[in-house]
């Protein structure tokens, strides 16, 4: 099945030291998407590409950045993890970038930064 | 600005009874409108979604939602809770015409208990 694959669905890390979080989708979207979703929170985006195009959010912390070496691969990395960024990372993608596209999301990745 | 506000951050239902969340939107001109929901532990899935064609909406496991632009309303409903529903359900805008996903904004959400 076409889908949206996220690894690892929990990550354990120190504080400070960074980390990666993986993406890949088999649906051959446009646009790939990463948001953040604290506890009993509604997501809120990080940052999205489209193609490779890439467009960051105005509040997204400089300590997020992203990568997307290819249409199905986007990864999301955390340089220096501080406590408040404990939280569910979710993937997604569109067809396109149009106001009435469908997102598709991941499984998520639970992180826990000791 | 867009926003959108999910009134009742906890709503419990009994198994067989109607479910309504309720969805409100501000916004001077009626933006499009989704639900989504989200099973513990897990990703978001696209309910429905109004794109100003019909007002009325149906989507996955017999949910639908009926778009009031004189209350400016998006509420879900089903009518007939079951036990497998219970979740996180949440609203979404983005602006119409010309907009981007990029502005998906969501409400607070809602989750919905069942009791057997």
């Known amino acids: 099945d076409a889908m949206v694959i996220q690894n690892p669905r929990y990550q354990v890390t120190q504080f400070g030291k960074p980390v990666t979080l993986s993406c890949s989708q088999t649906?051959?979207?446009?646009?790939m998407y990463w948001y953040q979703q604290k506890s009993s929170q509604a997501p809120k985006l990080l940052f999205h590409?489209?193609?490779?195009?890439?467009?960051n959010e105005a509040d997204t912390p400089d300590n997020f950045q992203s990568r997307r070496p290819n249409t199905s691969f986007c990864f999301l990395d955390i340089r220096s993890p501080g406590l408040g960024d404990a939280a569910m990372y979710l993937c997604?993608?569109?067809?396109?970038?149009?106001?009435?596209?469908?997102?598709?999301f991941g499984p998520g990745t639970r992180l826990t930064v000791l | 600005a867009q926003s959108v506000t999910q009134l009742g951050s906890h709503v419990s239902v009994s198994e067989g009874a109607l479910v309504l969340l309720r969805c409100n939107y501000s916004?001077?001109?009626?933006?499009?409108l989704f639900w989504y929901v989200q099973y513990p532990n897990q990703g978001l899935q696209l309910l429905l979604k109004?794109?100003?064609?019909?007002?009325l909406v149906k989507g996955i496991n017999d949910f639908e939602a009926e778009f009031k632009k004189s209350e400016t309303s998006f509420h879900l409903t089903k009518p007939s809770a079951h036990m497998s529903d219970a979740a996180e359900y949440f609203c979404?805008?983005?602006?119409?015409?010309?907009?981007?996903?990029?502005?998906?904004?969501f409400g607070k959400g809602t989750k919905l208990s069942v009791k057997p």
């Open positions: 997604a993608t569109s067809r396109e970038d149009r106001s009435t596209d469908t997102q598709y």
């Open positions: 649906l051959n979207h446009n646009v």
């Open positions: 590409y489209y193609d490779k195009d890439f467009n």
């Open positions: 916004s001077s001109v009626p933006p499009y």
């Open positions: 109004y794109t100003s064609a019909a007002t």
């Open positions: 979404a805008v983005t602006p119409p015409g010309g907009g981007s996903q990029g502005n998906l904004i």
